[in-house]
């Protein structure tokens, strides 16, 4: 299973054998998935480019929180606190200093970086259950600060903030900051990926798999342990910032833990420990809903509309969704979207064998 | 006595040292010294003892491993043989005494800076990262020869990540070309057989470029076959290689075949140290594996000399 290089397929150098895609196929698909993306404002309307968006954005911060829970096995349920204090980092640096939106987002990235590695301290100590209870910690706290430092979150009015701007571009619409997104996404991912394959990245992993022989190579657990935060921090601060330039609109009541579970969920679902499938798992989270609320559309005005009343408790039925969907995977597929894939590309692969 | 050991001693003379690359050895492997002839100490034990609260695990171990040789450590279940071991690798502080490396007090020294000063050590109980491939298992044992943090890594192409990943990814070939493990470099290190495993481990503690290797139990659970490899591996390691090896193990006949001269532990205490044959006739020694009463080690809460 896990090498499965097609036959005829010889690398000569080593360069060849340590690219990212096992394939020539898989890199195509890749390079025709973004440019299929890339083609969808010409497809696609506001609202369906705004889901794309939102996938985006989400599945840059749910790559952070996979970095710290599926790759370094840490935890953390503060992950939306961090994705909101690079939301409101970007906005606030625009608006006070005039810096460009281009370069607020990864300034907010770096700043969520630094208040991401201050909280991760505890993580260099603490593991498991107790490290939980830390990053809850630093979920209220952030929260708490959100509420009350006015100077920099607008208080409870929220902060209203500027579209991306780059030498005289502007992406104000969906059309537009689509590709602002697609850009990040696509940096942000191909960073995560050198990253796995590369001595941080493998020390990460070494953390996580076997803590003890991990030291005895020369890595040291305290300063990767920590790092993971920094890392994870990084990408939802990043995350927070489109977010932020998206919407235009930053609000205090945004980023509570059920956003947190949310980030979890995706990972979850996606797969833990794999790059892909943090972003199947932001898309899986992002769609869910819509397929509920298509599901009451196409029921509304039946019997079972009116016997359940699906139309006034569509909302109850998304969180609902979003429950089930994370047992179904944790009891049927609990290596997530990104290993189902794998299956089903093996199972071409091998057809009409099973092995 | 076991014939397979024997005969891969017979093989070491005539192993392929042209396919290992000498860039991959230390620089001090070009002439191994005759360990038969007192070197000098590359490693030196100084009246190390080693208390869990009332249990005592070592009581006043004192030993020197001499450069370029094969040292071995036996002694019955529970004797502190691993402890010992953990002792140098720096998983355990000794409570008394000191230990010595390369000339370096390195009793206080963080375990993780041991990797580079040049010890590098395999587990009793297989301690590979199971969820990452062979090969990913054998880089991390370069973790300390590499300069490319998560900040240059990350850019891969650009500001030579990829330059040094290639470079020692050819290191780490010559490492897998050695040990016969090329057919599984792409494989899941939790997903292969208990002997290959062992191979891999042995693969990464090579990979940190040690001068001294531990190996604890290197044949533990392991067939004839597997064994005589395994023998000739440990063989080539230090006479190709040059590294000074340090092992922990049961099979006496690999013990005495291999080993340049061996040290036994009972009940915490060193009751012998000596060349194979010379421990092999102690008195001490026979009765601490026959399990009968001793007068060297009867109490271990008193002096055995008192």
Redesign the interface.
Known sequence: M??LAPAGDYRSS??E??TIFPTRNSRIALWIGILLVACAPLALGRYELGLLINIGFMGIAALGLNILVGFTGQISIGHAAFFGFGAFTSAWLHETWHIPVALCIPLAGVATALVGLLFGTPAARLKGLYLAIATLAAQFILEDFFARAQWFTGGVAGRITEPFELFGWRADREESYLYVVLFAVVVMYA??A??M???????L??V???Y??????????AYYRT?SFG?ASFYAGIGGALYAHYLLFVSVEAFTILFSIQFLGMVIIGGL?SIMGSLMGAAFMVLLPELVQAGADALAGGAVDRALNLGNSISFLREMAIGAAIILFLIFEPDGLAHRWKQVKAYWKLYPYSH | MSAASARSRGMMRASVSGSLDRRAMPADAAAPPDPREAGPAILAAEHVSLRFGGVRALTDISFEVRKGEVFSIIGPNGAGKTSMVNCI???YRPTEGRIRFGGRDITRLA??????IGV??T?QNL???????VL?NI???R??L?R???WT????WIGG??AE??RN??EV?EIIDFLEIQHVR???AG?LSYGLRKRVELA?AIA?RPQLILLDEPMAGMNLEEKEDMARYILDLNEEWGMTILMIEHDMGVVMDISHRVMVLDFGRKIAEDEPEAVLADPHVRRAYLGEADEVVHDIDEPADA
């Open positions: 896990a090498d080593y360069r054998d340590m960073g995560a050198n990253l394959r590369t001595r941080d990245g493998r020390a992993v070494a996580r798999d076997h003890l022989s991990a030291e005895v190579m020369g890595i040291n657990l790092l890392i420990g | 690798s720096g998983r375990t993780r800076r041991r990797a580079a590098g050590r587990f301690a590979l990262f199971g969820h990452m491939t990913d880089m991390v044992g973790h300390h590499l490319h943090g998560f890594g990350m850019p891969y990540a990829q990943e290639i990814r050819r070939e792409k494989a899941l997903t990464r940190l």
